[in-house]
């Protein structure tokens, strides 16, 4: 294709989708408004039975209607709500009917099973900035989240409340008792709104007492309004949750340079007080995170660092407030793992490191002051140690311990206010302060504008870092992020972002950047079915134009592409969809040398799923690409089994394949002190196989089986030199660059909750991991492999008990 028409299709499409994103600007998604819940005083016996004279007392709301697949349609099944409370709590009654049979499905808290389930929501302030949820099933399983303005949820979030259901010949009942504790209420004036939501499974609907769009940007705001709320007494929360631990190391890879014991314990605890009504103060003494799952093993082909999401709750808990369109916090780093570090004396050896920096302790102050959001996160760790074995010049062997990192503070600190109608203005600084060594600091400014009553919105960050590294020491740089988009329409949204990040922009002290010094700007569009049409429940089509370059004007990606997906009424799911790459520069592929450059390319996806109600259900995603004479493919099969109520089986594999597509392996200095960049045509295997298994053995007891099995082979051919930015020239390297990858990882977990809120919790860790090069035990076939790697095992038992 030419360049003039590569061309030609890029103006065309951004005209067209530009046309027509400017007619939908005057056309505004209609909202419902929602009718006011009637709350009435009393105290009803929470059994899932709804007999109580209290309940007699609280009218019934209307019907539900549907949020999908057709929002404000009347349901298929009839939902309704009553509501009354105390000094103490709130007590929501739902009844759900139904013609199907109810299947009570267990799982662990947090994570209800696929079925019947039912949300409650309650925004305590009535001022649509966030909410409270509290989620169950038949079976009572009890799931609950901070919810964000928007509808994004936070489940790191965790309070003590009760819910009791009930399964009736027309379906089934739910009763819930929610402290007001919990919620956090404005004591001065109480505004509380509510929305109740259920998954009705047999008719593949969403139905709720309002009928909000999906992804609507003023989700919260568009509750229904509690009536009757009054002479409510601001309740002072104190929480106090000590643990105590216990750890043995099985079995030790003596490959593996973790210097932990065979045992090992320790003690902790963690508090949540109330400042005020509207403050809260969470503090954690020597924090233990052993049951939380263990992150998947990655073989990471690209120039980035990867991505691991949060799962600590601790951590979890509030980072709502925190997000930021540049993420500047990004809490993994808060006890991150220790990387080996190089040997400084010659013929040194490491021959052990500490796994991670402890955390001796953190505090978190989240709320509000007057109208204003504020948040406050401080954590320190203690330093994390090595020990590297050499000889001096005399003969002598000496084992000197160092300090890898140094004991470390880290702050973020974060405000926020609403201004007009539902937009907001907030700043937010971070800091990490080593000991002995140079700090890192970063501050930003954000913001988000609502236009045309929420339907459109401007949103962006301005943000200036100071850091520090072992590579070019202390620098400055500064970004900036800006977005408009209409983000509230049944049929069309659209987004124009712009970021710009300068090249010594650092904020991954505290924050995660996959990298700086860069110009992009996007223009992304989905066009989407409003309702169901003949066959289909929903369908969208998604093109977008987008283009990136370094700040110094080298282009390093630029494409067109689109995605196009259906959904039957049968709830089937199927989509297609591709882009084209023009030529450009990957600025980063030598580590810090030559540019290289890229021919065009060309990238092709699809993906199905099946129904997700049935007790057997999955997919697939494959997609393929092509890269400077080399092609590259990645398929993944998933599968679900909930094989009975309480037990469950999923299983996922993915397999990447790359044949003969140039890639930097390895940067040679001769002897003259002059850099050699080697390639060569790269031929990788990668096998990614994940099995999870759940078990309940009631509401309160759960055990959690995950594994993994990582196989990978990288292997270079036909090595080559890059001279220039698209000149690859003959070279013979000093050895071969390839090399395997293997990674076992056996994770379980088994939970009790003997008392709300006390939990015994046993968990048990194997790993087993190997990455030879050519000559090394172990390399050859993924036998092989597994037949070298040693296992390294280990039991812990943990007891924790809730004071409140």
Known sequence: MHSTARIGIGRALTCATLALAWISWTRSAPAQTPKPVEAKRGTPAVDGILDDAAWKAAPWTGPFVQREPAVGARASHQTRTRVTYDDRAVYVAVECETDARVEARMGRRDQIPTGEALRVLIDAHGDGNGAKLFSTNPSGMQADAQVAADGTSDIGWDAVWDVETTVTPRGWRAEFRIPWSVLRFDAHAPNVRIQVERDDYAAGEVTALVGIPQNSPKFVARFAPMQGVSGLRPVRVFELRPYLLGRWRMLKDPDRLDPTGTWSGSVGTDLKLGITNDLMLDATLN??????????????????????????????????????????????????????????????????????????????????????????????????????????????????????????????????????????????????????????????????????????????????????????????????????????????????????????????????????????????????????????????????????????????????????????????????????????????????????????????????????????????????????????ATGSVWFTWSITPSVSLSWTTTARLVVGVPRWADTEVDATGRDHYVFGRQDARIFDNMLRAGVALSRRATIDLYSQLLVGTVRYRNYQELVEADVLTPYTPSGDKSYQDLAVTINAVAKYEYLPGGFVTLVYLQRQALSPAPGDPGYGTTSDLLRTAKPDSMLMAKLSYLVM
């Open 287 to 632: 924090p233990d995170f052993g049951q939380v799952e263990v992150d998947p093993a990655v073989l990471n082909l690209t120039t980035y660092e990867p991505f691991f999401q949060e799962r600590r709750p601790f951590f979890l808990e509030g980072s709502d407030l925190f997000k930021t369109p540049i993420r500047i916090l990004h809490t993994r780093r808060i006890g991150q793992s220790v990387e080996v570090p190089d040997p400084i004396h010659p013929g040194g050896e490491m021959t052990s490191v500490d796994p991670t920096a402890t955390i001796w302790g953190a505090t978190k102050v989240t709320g509000r002051i007057g109208g204003v959001s504020v948040g406050i996160l401080e954590g320190t760790t203690a330093a994390a140690y090595g020990t590297e074995r050499y000889t001096d010049a005399g003969g002598a062997q000496h084992n000197e311990k160092r300090t890898v990192l140094p004991v470390t503070n880290w702050v973020a600190a974060r405000v926020r206010t609403t201004v007009g109608n539902g937009s907001t203005v907030g700043g937010m600084a971070t800091h990490v302060g080593r000991f002995g060594r140079p700090d890192d600091a970063v501050g930003s400014l954000d913001w988000d504008i609502r236009i045309a009553s929420g339907v459109h919105r401007f949103n962006g960050q301005l943000a200036a870092s100071r850091a520090w590294n072992l590579t070019d020491e202390r620098h400055s740089g500064t970004a900036a992020h800006l977005a408009l988009a209409r983000a509230e329409d049944p049929t069309w949204l659209w987004t124009l972002q712009a970021r710009a990040l300068s090249r010594s922009f650092d904020p991954n002290g505290l924050g995660y950047l996959e990298r700086p010094d860069v110009f992009h700007y996007l223009y992304d569009t989905t066009i989407r079915t409003p309702n169901p049409v003949g066959v289909l429940r929903s369908a969208y089509a998604n093109p977008w134009v987008f283009r990136q370059t370094n700040m110094d004007g080298l282009v390093v990606d630029q494409h067109v592409g689109l995605d196009v997906g259906i959904t039957t009424r049968a709830q089937w799911g199927a989509g297609l969809g591709g882009r084209y790459i023009t030529p450009r520069y990957d600025d980063r592929e030598t580590r810090g040398g030559i540019a290289y450059r890229l021919q065009r390319s060309w990238e092709g996806w699809q993906w199905w799923n099946t129904d997700p109600r049935p007790a057997l259900r999955g997919g697939s995603w494959g997609s393929v690409a092509s890269q400077n004479g080399g092609h590259r």
